[in-house]
């Protein structure tokens, strides 16, 4: 590695969605030499993978539910292996007080949100979403 990779590289992590005519240009280079050094870095492992970092909660607001449940089953156990079957359900946790369980939900869309808490207050004593 020189000098030019290492500044293609700290572009890309400044960047990872920068074309290559924009690196070359950044570089001194061409768009297909700086292409070239940034996939003989990819093919010697220097680079792993390009990734986008999203906050789920600004990403799928709209789409996410906590929801406490009362469970109706003695065993609470097989209901939780239930859930987890379900996609959508994203975390499940054993609560004290009036509720047994707090579950997260996460769906594409509201409908289909709606639709998950249609199913699952029909398969429990009670349902509360809480958030």
């Known amino acids: 590695m020189d000098q030019i ?61 906590r929801v406490a449940i009362v469970v109706r089953t003695p065993d609470v156990r097989v209901y939780v292996r239930r859930l987890l079957t379900l996609p959508e359900v994203t975390e499940v946790e054993s609560v004290a007080g009036e509720y047994d369980l707090l579950v997260r939900l996460t769906t594409d869309t509201a409908g289909n949100l709606d639709a998950v808490l249609d199913r699952l207050a029909g398969k429990c004593a009670r349902t509360t979403k809480v958030g």
Do not use: F, P
Not at 17 to 46: F, I, P
């Open 5 to 65: 990779d290492e500044r293609l590289l700290a572009l890309l992590r400044r960047d990872g969605r920068a074309s290559m005519a924009e690196l070359g240009r950044a570089v001194g280079l061409s768009r297909t030499a700086a292409m070239a050094r940034v996939r003989r870095m990819e093919d010697e492992g220097v680079i792993r993978g390009y990734r986008a970092e999203v906050t789920d909660e600004l990403a799928a607001a709209a789409h996410v539910a």
